[in-house]
């Protein structure tokens, strides 16, 4: 129906409900139907014109009421009031004043049929029209003002598929209660049960503002459970109108990690990168893209993303320049092999970046550990090749990428990276470049990871492999490692390995179960598998050695690591004499050299 046809009928159906209610009081309190005086026909009009007039004020009539609650009820008591008081003003002026109890008769008459005749569709609505419902039952966690509005607009639609039948909430005072003729059933730690007990299909966590260990905590709980769980979209996206409260997306595996949203320190960052000229090597890559995803936020003049694939390259330059169109950042492209020394002394010397952020490496633990030659041409002699060209054009900061299988390597990738920071460090020594390394952990979602791998296999029907059941890494999300990555560059002295701060490390095992749970399939249907610790893993990884311990905290997330002994003889020696050595042989001198364990005649000629 149009607006005005809408207007017109309550405009109708207002004045009934006017003459209604002056009737309706004169026979409650005068016993008598003789509304027909001039008084009371004036004092009629003058209540439907104030109606009016305040409605039109107030946009009563542009109220949707099947949505109706308290504001709307509010409305209904202003308008009501309003027009009342405004007719036995004119009232008591120029006509005979009425009887004070007629007067609060034809009052409370008036709003109980204005709000009674708008609330009756309401309830038309919500309760006759729907009748039964045959979707799921659904189970909503979160008793609050969103979980509220989702049971609301789930009872109202049908569409979803899914019929309310209960909450969840810890909020003692709500428990044993009703919210919309729905049970508050208990708490958090009773939805197993509730699941059994309301035979419940279907689990919505309807708290947009949670953070993620309470996430974990609840999920872990509707894990016990066979019923399939939602989750309501992220409050920022809620509000700025990206999703509806309908859209419920699945659980994500990023959303279980625990851990707080990083702050970035933009004013650091910013004086840092906005109007300069910024390179990325691997910018094709996980880690590279994204930092180049993050660094457009800070508007810097020229961007670089520099990488041997052109696919990747081509992907995100279209990628950058779709969503940087009304930006002035010029994007600019470098197919090119960090192996390449002249090609990156050319790099440099064209463009003349005032940052570096180094993303390209080999990181495939057993790959590497097949290939070890391969991790020292790109690992080793790559990050020297880069890092040579940045010192010689006076770059004013290079970050490197590193990993936390740089600490105590067991594998040939990670003791290539740990040889890689010392190479840094070294260059850092009398430099005018700011050399620095970051670490992290496993990063969910990158090339690599062990995320995909889970994905592929449960679509595969499984199993999933696991080394070992004991197995534990460190994890963060993509966008998460970039920002401190960004971060750490803004807080770069010289020298420096930067440790970016974990938080907790996630068992293997437990990450696979909840993927499967994700996936909407239980143990009985993806199974999993142990085969055994692959060369060069282990059961766990750290962060810092012993003789790296925590110097200070420069960040919330961000620490500084004592710098050890750089062994560049060695590393020289290994570069310079790497295809002379057998696979064997080569991944043994690596893993000596990154572990120290090199003979003491070795360390007394190391340089200091």
């Not at 993050?294 to 696919?311: V, Y």
């Not at 005018?432 to 995320?451: C, D, E, M, Q, Y």
Request: hydrophobic share 45%; proline share 4%; with cysteine.
């Amino acid at each position: 129906m149009s607006y005005k046809k809408r207007l017109s009928l309550f405009i109708v159906i207002d004045s009934i409900i006017v003459l209604s209610a002056i009737v309706a009081s004169h026979y409650l309190v005068l016993a008598s139907f003789n509304v027909f005086t001039i008084s009371v026909i004036a004092f009629a009009a003058i209540i439907l014109i104030s109606h009016y007039l305040f409605s039109f004020y107030f946009k009563f009539y542009k109220k949707v009421w099947e949505y109706a609650s308290i504001g709307e009820l509010w409305t209904i008591l202003k308008v009501a009031t309003l027009a009342i008081i405004s007719a036995l003003m004119v009232d008591a002026i120029w006509f005979e004043p009425m009887s004070h109890r007629l007067m609060v008769a034809t009052g409370l008459m008036y709003m109980v049929f204005l709000g009674g005749s708008r609330f009756l569709w309401r309830i038309f609505r919500d309760r006759i029209i729907p009748q039964t419902s045959d979707g799921k039952r659904t189970l909503i966690v979160g008793a609050g003002s969103a979980g509220t509005m989702v049971a609301r607009q789930l009872l109202r639609e049908q569409s979803q598929g899914l019929s309310p039948v209960a909450f969840i909430d810890d909020d003692f005072g709500k428990q044993q209660l009703d919210i919309l003729s729905l049970p508050v059933a208990g708490g958090v730690k009773d939805i197993p049960n509730v699941v059994e007990n309301f035979e419940i299909d279907h689990i919505i966590i309807a708290i947009p503002s949670l953070d993620r260990r309470d996430l974990n905590t609840i999920f872990k709980e509707c894990a016990k459970t066979e019923a399939q769980t939602k989750i309501l979209p992220a409050i920022e996206d809620l509000i700025t109108g990206k999703v509806a409260f309908s859209q419920f997306r699945d659980v994500r595996v990023e959303d279980l990690l625990g851990r707080d949203p990083v702050e970035m320190d933009m004013t650091s960052i910013a004086k840092h990168i906005t109007g300069k000229v910024v390179l990325i090597t691997g910018g094709g890559g996980s880690i590279g893209s994204e930092i180049a995803r993050q660094i457009t936020m800070f508007r810097p003049e020229q961007l670089i993303l520099l990488g041997h694939g052109e696919n990747s390259i081509y992907q995100i330059e279209m990628e950058l320049k779709h969503t940087c169109k009304h930006t002035e950042i010029e994007f600019v492209t470098e197919i090119a092999e960090i192996q390449d020394a002249r090609k990156m002394e050319e790099v440099m010397s064209r463009h003349q970046p005032d940052v570096v952020y180094h993303a390209a490496a080999h990181k495939h633990v057993p790959l590497m550990e097949r290939s070890p030659d391969e991790a020292v041409k790109n690992n080793m002699i790559g990050t020297m090749n880069v890092a040579k060209a940045a010192a010689r054009e006076q770059v004013k900061t290079f970050v490197m990428v590193s990993t936390d299988k740089a600490v105590n390597p067991t594998s040939v990738m990670g003791a290539s990276k740990r040889l890689a920071e010392m190479i840094i460090q070294d260059m850092g020594r009398g430099s005018r470049t700011k050399f620095v390394a970051v670490r992290f952990g496993n990063v969910l979602g990158s090339r690599g990871s062990v995320i995909p791998l889970f994905k592929r296999q449960i679509e595969n029907g499984g199993p999933i492999t696991i080394t070992h059941p004991d197995m534990v890494r460190y994890f963060m999300t993509i966008p998460e490692a970039s920002r401190l990555v960004i971060q750490a560059g803004a807080l770069a002295k010289g020298g420096e390995i930067f440790v970016l701060d974990m938080g907790k490390p996630v068992k293997i095992l437990d990450l696979a179960t909840n993927l499967i749970k994700l996936s909407g399939f239980t143990l009985n249907d993806i199974s999993i598998e142990f085969t055994g610790i692959r060369p060069g893993e282990k059961l766990f990884e750290e962060l810092l050695n012993d003789g790296e311990s925590h110097e200070e905290q420069i960040h919330p997330k961000i620490y500084i690591g004592k710098t050890t002994s750089l062994y560049m003889e060695e590393i020289e020696h290994i570069i310079h004499h790497y295809h002379i050595y057998s696979r064997n042989e080569l991944r043994d001198e690596l893993l000596q050299l990154a572990n120290q364990t090199i003979p003491n005649e070795a360390q007394q000629a190391m340089p200091m």
